[in-house]
């Protein structure tokens, strides 16, 4: 917390309308983030695919985790079912990144208990990344989600050293 530093991440899954751009300005602003990846997604849709292999063409500025195969709150699911989202999900980012998403996770919806973590870092995703700083921004305005100024007056009003922004 005695940073200046405010680590910016995104949930790859669920809504992919503003996808491409968002990756895009990253990259054309030079803007590191850290990219959970749902496996599902990025599997069977065509932004989803064109956004991870955009990702993997710059890990000068991404670093990939694992969101889940599809997005599953594992609070809901016994320890094995865990261990197959993320396994999952690991085989196919890491078929397009060429490396591992381990040791990090997010749990879907940020669901998370003793079992989650237990059955997470037994095949060894161990660290658990979660925020304190988020824009609920999975909605679009039309559809009653923020807008960008409000995404940047949330960020703005929140945010201190050592954050993590979920977007």
């Known amino acids: 917390r005695d940073s200046g530093v405010v680590a910016l991440t995104f ?5 992919l309308g ?3 751009d968002v990756v895009t300005w990253l990259i054309d602003n030079d803007v590191p983030a850290t ?39 594992f609070t809901d699911l016994a320890d094995i079912e865990i261990q197959e989202q993320l396994t999952l999900a690991e085989s196919a980012i890491a ?7 381990r040791p990090f996770f ?3 919806l940020g669901a998370q208990d003793g079992h989650v ?18 824009t609920l921004d999975a ?20 945010v201190q050293g050592g954050s993590i922004v979920r977007l």
């Open 35 to 73: 990219i959970f990846a749902e496996g599902q997604t990025i599997s069977t849709t065509e932004v989803g695919r064109k956004a991870i292999q955009l990702i993997a063409a710059h890990p000068d500025l991404f670093t990939v985790a694992s969101y889940s195969w599809d997005g599953s709150a």
């Open 18 to 20: 503003p996808t491409l």
């Open 106 to 108: 997010r749990p879907p």
């Open 117 to 134: 973590r237990a059955a997470a870092g037994a095949i060894g995703w161990t660290y658990m990344v979660m925020w304190d700083v988020d």
């Open 139 to 158: 909605k679009s305005p039309s559809e009653g989600g923020p807008t960008a100024a409000d995404i940047v007056a949330k960020v703005l009003s929140r």
């Open 11 to 15: 949930d790859l899954g669920g809504e």
């Open 95 to 101: 078929t397009v990144i060429g490396k591992s998403t």
